[in-house]
């Protein structure tokens, strides 16, 4: 059974930082494309970014560019989420999802993380 | 990036009806579409992929279909356990970008 399950999440002030992260079960972790997908509260979905099988190649959107660091262990079956200088509208439920082709067949419970002073 | 307008915003069917949800795509995408359902408080679940096929375990009501750079989603003879939001999501080129999304109420 596939599992994705997030930790790291909490209330952070603006400016500081936050390590998001997926530890992966249930496949052949080191295969998959990995991104991570968040939810600002009663919004919509909102891909943030993606990574390769290997790591090498890393894919983000414009806003978080810069700011947020997408990385993976797959000697642990682990993908990461750095967040840096974090702003309130970074306030969401962040979502580890696997790539199943060009779509997203599995998704973690989501971790919350609140930007507030 | 590419826009995808979803509509509509919510809906409300019966037992009966047929649901169509709708997002199109503000170019060709290559039908790299996927739908998902969202229940309060849980994450995302596929139901389609590739614009057209049904992902495992998804209820063979539900189905999706392409005309030019619209997609749609199907839903025959739903349930009330269908009620959700639903997104469609492309992934033909990033930014990913999602449709905003459509409210479902089953009556």
């Known amino acids: 059974e596939v599992q994705l399950v997030e930790s790291g999440g909490g209330l952070v002030q603006p400016g500081r930082s936050l390590k998001l992260s997926c530890a992966a079960s249930?496949?052949?972790?080191?295969?998959?494309?990995m991104a991570w997908v968040r939810q600002a509260p009663t919004k919509g979905l909102e891909w943030v970014a993606s990574i390769s099988t290997g790591g090498g190649n890393t894919y983000y959107r414009d806003s978080v560019k810069g700011r947020f660091t997408i990385s993976r262990d797959n000697a642990k079956n682990t993908l990461y989420l750095q967040i840096d200088s974090l702003r309130s509208e970074d306030t969401a439920t962040y979502y580890c999802?696997?790539?199943?082709?060009?779509?997203?067949?599995?998704w973690g419970q989501g971790v919350m993380v609140t930007v507030s002073s | 990036d590419i826009q995808m307008t979803q509509s509509p915003a919510s809906l409300s069917a019966s037992l009966e009806e047929i649901v169509t949800i709708t997002c199109k795509a503000s170019?060709?995408?290559?039908?790299?579409l996927s739908w998902y359902q969202q229940k309060p408080g849980k994450s995302p679940q596929l139901l389609i992929y590739d614009a057209t096929s049904l992902a495992d375990g998804v209820p063979s009501r539900f189905s999706g279909s392409r005309s030019g750079t619209q997609y749609s989603l199907k839903i025959s003879r739903p349930q009330v356990d269908d009620s959700g939001i639903y997104y469609c999501?492309?992934?033909?080129?990033?930014?990913?970008?999602f449709g905003s999304g459509t409210k479902l109420e089953i009556k």
């Open positions: 999501l492309q992934s033909y080129s990033t930014p990913l970008t």
């Open positions: 170019q060709g995408i290559d039908d790299y």
């Open positions: 249930g496949f052949t972790y080191s295969n998959y494309v």
């Open positions: 999802a696997k790539h199943g082709g060009y779509y997203f067949d599995y």
